[in-house]
């Protein structure tokens, strides 16, 4: 802030986030510290580069002003950043019947008895703003990932796939084997039934006559059962 007699400036620097091709815009605040009415004018030693709005005015006593500079679009970057354009304020007391259209360039020239301020301004580039990083959410955060536990020490992707699809066909050959016994042991088990059945057929119609036959009957149906079971078995 510079403070004189007439106006408190603020900044005292210009500072534009330098971005190539747009137009950059910072404002200045001008504060009358006094009873009385106050011109101001800014000047630019780069007129084509910067537009002040306004570039002349008039301060009221103990209000404020605003003065925005625009920095026109750039086509090249200055080298390392630095600028070396400066700005100009001047300001004179007026009498109270001055209006901001009645302000004149020889009023901020330097006479006897006129006390013209000045307050000189620098202009600083500063870095684009940077955007802030966008933050990526893990669409698997808060769910429980399987675990899966080998034997095998540490594996990679390929073996631990390879050795996941061998379970899986030999699951498969499990399930089959399994399934073709069960219908293999119903079978055995319905053909014992269908023979125990026979013999007991065979048992109650038989007479003393056919006693020798019914025993043989008998005795080679127990040994197709023998088989049948030492089939089941041995599965």
Do not use: W
């Not at 802030?132 to 095998?152: I, M």
């Not at 399994?178 to 007479?207: F, V, Y």
């Amino acid at each position: 802030m510079s403070t004189g007699e007439l106006l408190n400036v603020e900044p005292l620097e210009l500072k534009f986030p330098f971005e190539l091709k747009k137009q950059i815009s910072c404002s200045l605040q001008l504060s009358n510290k006094t009873e009385n009415h106050v011109a101001f004018k800014v000047k630019t030693t780069n007129p084509k580069k910067y537009c002040v709005r306004p570039n002349t005015g008039l301060v009221l006593p103990r209000s404020t002003c605003d003065v925005t500079v625009t920095m026109q679009a750039q086509k090249e970057a200055p080298p390392d950043m630095q600028c070396k354009d400066k700005f100009l304020l001047q300001s004179v007391a007026v009498s109270q019947g001055i209006a901001p259209k009645d302000i004149t360039p020889e009023m901020f020239s330097k006479q006897p008895g006129r006390v013209v301020e000045e307050c000189k301004l620098r202009v600083i580039y500063l870095p684009p703003p940077q955007p802030p990083s966008p933050v990526l959410e893990d669409p698997n955060e808060g769910v429980a990932s399987p675990k899966v536990s080998f034997n095998s020490g540490n594996l990679n992707g390929p073996e631990v796939t390879r050795q996941i699809t061998n379970s899986d066909d030999k699951s498969s050959e499990v399930r089959s084997l399994i399934a073709k016994l069960t219908d293999e042991k119903n079978a055995a088990i319905q053909q014992s039934n269908k023979i125990r059945q026979e013999i007991e057929l065979l048992m109650r119609g038989g007479n003393k006559s056919q006693g020798a036959g019914v025993s043989i009957i008998i005795v080679i149906a127990i040994c197709l059962i023998g088989l049948v079971l030492g089939y089941i078995m041995k599965n």
